[in-house]
């Protein structure tokens, strides 16, 4: 069954993303799963975002047949379904292209955990997935093995961007908001010649386990 309310809220979700320019252009995009009916609300491809609504979100089949919807998924719809089949308890998908931390992923350099809200909101520090070309199976596998490794919520994607998870849209949010606030810091540390200091690994394990 198609749920309105799940499209309104990939729709809202996604605008709020384009207003604090976590996406650029066309560039970005975002789903939910509603595993109860398999089915994935995910943004159109190359729909521009000032003009989106409700009714022009997507609702795809993991194998990527449509399901509703009058426009086509977002190409990067494998890499939504690679998440949702490989990671359980993965609800919602942002795939934004911010740009300190896409800098960051050009570059294949991994954001240390330099800030303590990194522990509580990614898992500690954001790794960097493979690169893979866009749109295809490698890169949903990829970012898989990348944030599966040692249990992050966030990895940024090699030459391309940044993948962040979550239980649900809101979640899934503010990780990748947290990803780039994370990045623009560690590219201005590193840039001003100072040195990033890291916290400790112990104070890492500490507040994981508060």
């Given at each position: 069954?198609?749920?309105?309310?799940?499209?309104?809220?990939v729709?809202s979700?996604?605008?709020?993303?384009?207003?604090?320019?976590?996406?650029?252009g066309?560039?970005?995009?975002?789903?939910c799963?509603?595993?109860e009916?398999?089915?994935i609300?995910?943004?159109?491809?190359?729909?521009?975002?000032?003009?989106?609504?409700p009714?022009?979100?997507?609702?795809?089949?993991?194998?990527?047949?449509?399901a509703?919807?009058?426009?086509?998924?977002s190409?990067?719809w494998r890499?939504?379904?690679?998440?949702?089949?490989?990671?359980?308890?993965?609800?919602a998908?942002?795939?934004?292209?911010?740009?300190?931390?896409?800098?960051?992923?050009?570059s294949?350099?991994?954001?240390?955990?330099?800030?303590?809200?990194?522990?509580p909101f990614?898992?500690?520090?954001?790794?960097?997935?493979?690169?893979?070309?866009?749109?295809?199976?490698?890169?949903?596998?990829?970012?898989?093995?990348?944030?599966?490794?040692?249990?992050?919520?966030?990895?940024?994607?090699a030459?391309?961007?940044?993948?962040?998870?979550?239980?649900s849209?809101?979640?899934?949010?503010?990780?990748?908001?947290?990803?780039?606030?994370a990045?623009?810091?560690?590219?201005?540390?590193?840039?001003?010649?100072l040195?990033?200091v890291?916290i400790r690994?112990?104070?890492?394990?500490?507040m994981?386990e508060?």
């Open positions: 069954m198609i749920k309105q309310s799940l499209k309104e809220a729709c979700e996604t605008l709020s993303c384009w207003r604090e320019k976590l996406f650029a066309t560039s970005g995009n975002l789903s799963y509603d595993r009916d398999d089915l609300y995910i943004t159109p491809g190359s729909f521009p975002y000032d003009l989106m609504k009714e022009d979100i997507m609702v795809i089949r993991p194998d990527g047949t449509i509703d919807g009058p426009h086509r998924p190409s990067e890499l939504h379904a690679e998440i949702y089949r490989s990671m359980k308890d993965v609800s998908v942002v795939h934004t292209h911010s740009p300190y931390a896409t800098a960051l992923a050009v294949h350099t991994g954001i240390p955990v330099i800030l303590i809200e990194m522990v990614l898992g500690g520090d954001v790794p960097v997935a493979e690169f893979a070309l866009p749109g295809t199976e490698a890169v949903g596998r990829n970012a898989v093995e990348a944030m599966m490794k040692d249990g992050r919520n966030a990895c940024l994607m030459n391309h961007g940044v993948c962040a998870v979550g239980g849209l809101a979640q899934a949010h503010i990780r990748a908001t947290y990803t780039e606030d990045a623009k810091i560690y590219c201005h540390t590193l840039s001003s010649g040195p990033a890291l690994e112990e104070d890492i394990q500490a994981k508060q």
